[in-house]
């Protein structure tokens, strides 16, 4: 019966080459989509998962509520974690750590860059880099350690092999000892890192660290397997408050470790999302595609029908049950399906080098037990899905009826058929809209003017000498030709990077609680970045008292409710303070967030970065001058500048990936629909022949007959379009409620999607129109 069945399957495909090829190459487009988003999404949720103790593996955060709503962060007091270990009995292991940042390692005369980050003892028994020399227990003990990467140990010293005991410069001050070799850092991991210090190294360097009034840097922990998360964080909720001697309550937290990657965003002191929106959305868009490519096959599978209608009645005439039919037609699908996945297989090998580009993975095909179980999964369901109802519609037919000829479409039939293609054009169109807004917002964000010029402007940290003497070496980079300006500055303008609820004026009032953002700034900091003064003026070499000035920005000066605010006085941390003058407000963060407010401070001696900015038409003479300057002043270190409009064009990575994969799998959507399209057009001009013949022979134009044949279609679409307008504008709503600063959706982004969707269905539908309009009467209406 199998051998038979089989035959049959066979023999359908040759009959039917045209349906055969529409339905390959829609679900074998819509399985490789499928495919190359599940293995993204696959490697997206194995992010941080890959340490042995991932289970009692938590980061401690905070809560802290200000006047204007709660901030949530992961940076805490440095004492915190031996403070944890010592007194929370359900706490293992705690580590603290900094955060990673690139050095300068050498040795002998071989100096390169390399990430690194300082971490207390415990490290690798709490994280799963797995040494390959070394004791995990005792590599971190000694303040003089370095635990390196075996891919930065070959660069070192050209081997894995017998390296412990060797001596590496760090920073060309001091000399540290390998004491340890780990493997390199797996591509799932969201902390990439070459080398490790002790953290006791880092407290002699930042004595901040050891105050519990400051934070900074990361704290880990491990807890008992045991252990009731609910009540470790009722313990320690006030744990770092009663140490501190000022500022707000931060209210501490445990969250696992590894869900951070996917669940990082906090809005008033709750979790909102983070990239797992982005795995929910490409979930979505994977489950459409496949829909669609289903859909497809269920509709033209029910279209020919009408071919098969004699085949059927007779099987059933001669004893053939319902349950075979269904078997038979089935296993058409299931097989046109496993066929498709072929076929989406050699796709995808060819596809994925360019996916991996565009979304910055280091994705394999590698078909191990859970993926081929998972593919074999989706394949198997696919086909039983596209195959369900045209099997139980053909198996249905009454024998007698059809040998008759007596029998008719049903009204449910064509509904079901119509509603199937409005389904698929609507999802088309919600793409095509969904494209086109994020698309908007991302151009939108890179090209705001942020209150500063980000554009021809480097920037580089001040190390080795640039540390002790760094007015020498600026005041020769201002008289380079090409440098307009430079300066440095204590900030990144990219993210939060200081804070403070110490500020004192006039008028506050006692319960006000209300956290500054700060910077340490040099004179013509703000002269290089353009900045804007509302009122008074910037740091200025002409006032000797600017030491002990301050400049706010225009959200501080509105919080602080201070009217006239040059000249007035205010404290910091006990010192009193003159206010000079009040910046426009810049952006120092993501485009997600209002601007908060700010506070400016002169301390050139506390800057860590050197900015300038350079002309854009001597770009490349002007950096290989300023490297030739930076080594000649700083011997052993290498220049390592980064432009500050690509690195804020990096905050929006994600949102730029997401664009540009849902404009291929928009298109891709499309595509699938309209094939299903023109197929049914086909069998839609096939059916109605002898119609169009008779009509022809009546006098009926051709423009008529086109009309006639595209006017189903046509109705279909614009139902479609009506239908997806508002659910498309109620989504880009919601996605567009992430950012304090977004574009207002036009009202061309919908009615020119469904125009685009329109015009690309109705092309589609005209060549068989046109085909069946232009063709002879006679040729139609000959057998009669």
């Known amino acids: 019966m199998l051998r038979h069945n089989l035959l049959l399957i066979y023999r359908n495909f040759k009959r039917f080459k045209s349906t055969f090829f529409i339905n390959l190459i829609g679900l074998s487009t819509g399985l490789a989509c499928a495919l190359l988003i599940f293995l993204w999404i696959r490697d997206e949720l194995r992010v941080d998962k890959f340490h042995k103790r991932d289970s009692q593996l938590y980061l401690v955060m905070y809560h802290q509520a200000f006047s204007e709503g709660v901030i949530t962060s992961d940076k805490t007091p440095g004492p915190l974690s031996k403070a944890l270990a010592a007194e929370i009995p359900e706490i293992q292991h705690a580590v603290t750590t900094s955060w990673i940042e690139p050095y300068t390692l050498s040795v002998e005369d071989e100096n390169l860059k390399a990430r690194g980050i300082y971490a207390s003892e415990d490290y690798f028994n709490i994280f799963s880099y797995d040494l390959i020399q070394g004791d995990r227990n005792q590599v971190l003990k ?349 900030h990144n303008l990219l993210e939060h990077t200081m804070g403070t609820g110490g500020l004192e004026w006039e008028g506050k009032h006692p319960d006000d609680k209300i956290h500054f953002e700060y910077m340490f700034a040099d004179y013509e900091m703000m002269e290089t970045l353009g900045m804007e003064m509302l009122e008074g003026r910037m740091f200025s070499r002409a006032f000797t008292s600017d030491s002990t000035a301050i400049i706010l920005n225009k959200a501080a000066v509105e919080f602080m409710g201070i009217g006239d605010p040059i000249g007035k006085r205010i404290r910091l941390g006990g010192d009193e303070r003159e206010i000079i003058g009040v910046v426009k407000n810049f952006h120092f963060a993501s485009l997600r967030e209002d601007i908060k407010p700010l506070f400016l401070t002169l301390a050139p001696n506390l800057t860590w970065h050197i900015v300038a900015r350079i002309d854009r038409e001597r770009q490349k003479e002007v950096l290989n001058r300023l490297e030739a300057l930076y080594v000649a002043y700083n011997p052993g270190f290498a220049l390592d500048y980064r432009f500050l409009d690509e690195d804020y064009q990096a905050l929006y990575t994600a949102e730029q990936r997401v664009s540009t994969l849902s404009r291929y799998f928009a298109g891709l959507a499309i595509l ?63 996605w567009l409620d992430n950012f304090a600063y977004k574009i207002d959706p036009e009202w061309w982004y919908f009615i020119g999607a469904g125009l685009l969707t329109m015009l690309v269905a109705l092309a589609t539908v005209s060549f068989q129109s046109i085909r069946a309009a232009l063709a002879n009467p006679v040729e139609s209406l000959r057998s009669e």
């Open 142 to 490: 000694d303040l003089s350690s370095i635990v390196i990467s075996e891919s930065l140990s070959r660069k070192l010293f050209s081997t894995t092999e017998d390296v412990i005991g060797k001596m590496v410069k760090f920073e060309q001050e001091a000399l540290y000892q390998v004491t340890g070799v780990f493997e390199d850092v797996p591509s799932n991991s969201s902390r990439q890192f070459d080398f490790v210090l002790s953290f006791e190294a880092f407290e002699k360097r930042n004595p901040w660290t050891l105050d519990w009034n400051a934070s900074g840097p990361y704290t880990y922990v491990i807890i008992n397997e045991t252990a009731d998360i609910r009540l470790v964080n009722e313990k320690i909720l006030d744990f770092a408050t009663k140490r501190r001697e000022e500022g707000a309550a931060i209210d501490l937290f445990l969250k696992p470790y590894s869900e951070n990657y996917l669940y990082g965003h906090y809005a008033g002191g709750r979790q909102a999302g983070g990239r797992i929106e982005y795995v929910r959305l490409f979930s979505v868009i994977a489950i459409f595609i496949l829909v669609i490519a289903c859909i497809n096959f269920m509709n033209l599978s029910t279209a020919k029908a009408t071919r098969k209608l004699k085949e059927i009645g007779i099987k059933k005439a001669i004893g053939a049950g319902r349950k075979a039919l269904i078997s038979q037609y089935l296993g058409e699908s299931i097989l046109m399906a496993f066929l498709s996945l072929i076929t989406a297989i050699l796709l995808v090998a060819l596809l994925l080098h360019p996916f991996n580009e565009l979304t910055g993975k280091q994705l394999v095909l590698h078909f191990d037990a859970s993926l081929a179980a998972s593919v074999f999964g989706i394949t198997l369901i696919t086909g039983m899905v596209a195959g369900s109802y045209p099997a139980l519609y053909l198996s249905g037919f009454d024998p007698v009826k059809v040998l008759k000829g007596k029998l008719t479409t049903s009204t449910g039939e064509v509904w079901a058929r119509k509603g199937m293609v409005v389904f698929q054009f609507s999802i088309s169109v919600i793409l095509i809209v969904s494209v086109m807004v994020v698309f908007k917002q991302i151009e939108f964000v890179q090209n705001i003017h942020l209150g500063y010029e980000k554009d021809n402007v480097i920037y580089f940290k001040k190390e080795g000498s640039l540390t002790e003497k760094p007015e020498t070496f600026l005041s020769e980079v201002r008289s380079m030709p090409g440098i307009i300006s430079a300066s440095s500055m204590g």
């Open 672 to 734: 699938i629909s309209c094939l299903g399209l023109f197929g049914l057009a086909a069998f839609t001009a096939e059916r109605r022949r002898k119609e169009i013949g008779i009509r022809k022979v009546m006098g009926a134009s051709e423009w008529k007959i086109m009309e006639l044949l595209s006017g189903d279609f046509a109705k279909m679409v614009l139902l479609a379009i009506a239908i997806a307008l508002p659910i498309s504008f109620y989504m880009t709503q919601n």
